[in-house]
């Protein structure tokens, strides 16, 4: 489905990404796992357009993509990033509204609600009055509202407690069951091993290691090695 290869990225003079390959298939879960300062994030931002792609490509089912975030949106491909980007100047009503009024497909502003009912609850209340599980919901809501083919989260747990971690956690396994594709960074080890079905271990800006969610549980070695768990 979504394919890198060779791809060099970073930030201005400094290159973060080296050679960076790996691909996502359709109807699984990756999880791109790595110690702080590996190049997780620094490589869905490359996906994103957020970031230049300085050297190699990416495709998506087998063709170039697009290369500003418009564009690579429309083509469905949706985006929680670690800082969640609500707009906090606006309800929650008006921050999922915004993003229905463009897409449309199954995900409905009503579905979303049955999927995180406490966002129901506070549909009138501003950006800024949300707690920061109830922020993330609110994320992960607006990116389903986008209708997408390959649904991309970048720490979708950083602090929060362990209930809202759980609570995310299930209905990200809800989605999983429903067929829908996902890359997942995550530092939370059980978190993304055991939503994952393939994993991709990220050192230095290239793959260190790839395998399935089950081979990297049963390898103390590669855990010790590259995430110090």
Excluded: C
Excluded at 118 to 124: H, N
Aim: charged content about 20%; overall charge negative.
């Amino acid at each position: 489905m979504l394919e890198l290869a060779n791809v060099n990225s970073g930030y201005g003079e400094t290159q973060v990404l080296h050679g960076m390959s790996f691909t996502a298939r359709q109807g699984r879960v990756l999880a791109i796992l790595g110690r702080n300062g590996a190049g997780k994030s620094t490589t869905l931002k490359t996906v994103m357009g957020l970031l230049p792609t300085q050297k190699g490509s990416i495709l998506l089912d087998g063709m170039s993509m697009a290369t500003t975030p418009h564009a690579i949106a429309n083509s469905g491909i949706a985006y929680v990033p670690e800082t969640r980007d609500i707009f906090p100047s606006l309800s929650v009503r008006e921050n999922l509204e915004l993003t229905a009024r463009r897409f449309s497909g199954d995900w409905t502003l009503d579905r979303v609600l049955a999927l995180f009912p406490r966002l129901g609850e506070r549909l009138d209340n501003g950006g800024t009055q949300l707690s920061g599980g109830e922020q993330q919901m609110l994320a992960i809501a607006r990116a389903l509202l986008m209708n997408p083919r390959l649904l991309i989260l970048d720490e979708p747990t950083e602090g929060l407690a362990p209930i809202i971690v759980q609570l995310i956690h299930d209905k990200l396994q809800e989605l999983k069951d429903a067929g829908l594709s996902m890359i997942l960074v995550e530092q939370n080890f059980g978190f993304a091993t055991s939503l994952a079905d393939d994993v991709v271990v990220v050192g230095k800006g290239q793959i260190v290691w790839e395998g399935s969610a089950n081979e990297i549980r049963a390898d103390d070695a590669i855990q010790h090695r590259w995430l110090g768990v």
